[in-house]
């Protein structure tokens, strides 16, 4: 026998909330959902199955990527350190106060 598991449909978190949500087997099911709804693994189950003989949609659930979070910069210098014209530190380093990870292209 497998392990019980359980999806959480957080409808306030997907992306496709809106458009998608009158094709949606959540809100075909059980109306517009509030924020969240628990579906265990038998649930899962028949949900799967009566989507794959086309009774009811499928699932719209598309979660929105993770926000990018910005993380302070370390300190590379000071406005003594800075020449003029010069727009780094004296350790070649851009004086900043912040920087943005996660976001690399």
């Known amino acids: 026998m497998s392990e ?17 949500c009158g094709d949606c087997v959540v809100s075909v099911l059980l109306g517009m959902p509030g ?27 598309v979660p929105r990527a993770r926000p990018v979070r910005s993380t302070p910069a370390p300190v590379w210098g000071g406005w003594d350190d800075l020449d003029e014209g010069d727009e780094t530190s004296g350790a070649g380093r851009p004086i ?10």
């Open 35 to 61: 924020p969240r709804v628990d579906l265990d693994s038998d649930e899962q189950q028949a949900l799967s199955a009566l989507a794959g003989s086309g009774l009811v949609p499928p699932l719209r659930l």
């Open 96 to 105: 900043t106060s912040s920087y943005v990870t996660g976001a690399e292209g």
């Open 4 to 20: 019980r598991s359980t999806l959480h449909v957080d409808c306030d978190s997907c992306s496709a909330r809106g458009p998608a």
